[in-house]
Nanobody, 121 residues
């Protein structure tokens, strides 16, 4: 079993920045960030292979968000810049074992409780 604990959410004005962190209790192969706004489905944000550092982003955040990982610390980060009101959501950390990019929630085995990000206009 892998426990994931997110931190770093908060309230920020449009155009501002936040950095999310997610610490895992064990090493995994792939970690990712998803988000879910009220009344909407959970959507993919970004993913990273923890050993090689390969990354992949949703088009909606490309160029504004950066995912990074520290395999020794079993931690993944999401640096969010140029935030927009439409980025407001509960952000979830997810992890899985195996290889390959996966952007669907069902591909991930382990989930954190989420951290709220609110962007005011």
């Amino acid at each position: 079993q892998v426990q994931l604990v997110e931190s770093g959410g908060g309230l920020v004005q449009a155009g501002g920045s936040l950095r999310l962190s997610c610490a895992a209790s064990r090493r995994t192969d792939i970690m990712a960030w998803f988000r879910q706004a009220p009344g909407k489905e959970r959507e993919f944000v970004a993913t990273i292979t923890m050993s090689g550092g390969d990354t992949y982003y949703a088009d909606s955040v490309k160029g504004r968000f950066t995912i990074s990982g520290d395999n020794a610390k079993r931690t993944v980060y999401l640096q969010m810049n140029s935030l927009k009101p439409e980025d407001t959501a509960l952000y979830y950390c997810a992890a899985r074992y195996g290889a390959g990019i996966a952007t669907t929630p069902r591909a991930y085995t382990y989930w954190g409780q989420g951290t709220q990000v609110t962007v005011s206009s």
